[in-house]
């Protein structure tokens, strides 16, 4: 399974940026759970949103200005970003794990993983 994070670049502060996740051929897809995470140099990666059949999550610090949506026949997950602020920049990862449960937003529960796009705030 590979996974294709694309969409990150440089945007202004309150300006808005849509993120794709992209997934090889995998099985069940409308049962696997896709998150989208951060990660800035010295700090862990954290869970910024995720979705699954049953539910969708954000974290606190995005919650009313991101919004997760997928589509299972294209095999795509998007994010989309606005009012983006200098804190949200840093690398963004997305990740997926074949289970049919309630995602969640922390990186242990993902088996793979993209390479990461590069989102940059500031202006």
């Known amino acids: 399974v590979q996974l294709v994070e694309s969409g990150g670049g440089l945007v202004q502060p309150g300006g808005s940026l849509r993120l794709s996740c992209t997934a090889s051929v995998m099985s069940s897809y409308d049962y696997t759970n896709i998150g989208w995470f951060r990660q800035v140099p010295g700090a862990e990666r954290e869970g910024v949103s995720c979705?699954?059949?049953?539910?969708?999550m954000y974290s606190d610090s995005v919650k009313g200005r991101f919004t997760i949506s997928r589509d299972n026949a294209k095999r795509i997950v998007y994010l989309q970003m606005n009012d983006l602020k200098p804190e949200d920049a840093g690398i963004y990862y997305c990740?997926?794990?074949?289970?049919?449960?309630?995602?969640?937003?922390?990186?242990?529960?993902?088996?793979?993983w993209g390479q990461g796009t590069q989102v940059t705030v500031s202006s």
């Open positions: 990740a997926a794990v074949g289970r049919s449960d309630y995602c969640s937003l922390l990186p242990r529960r993902y088996y793979y």
């Open positions: 979705t699954s059949k049953f539910n969708t």
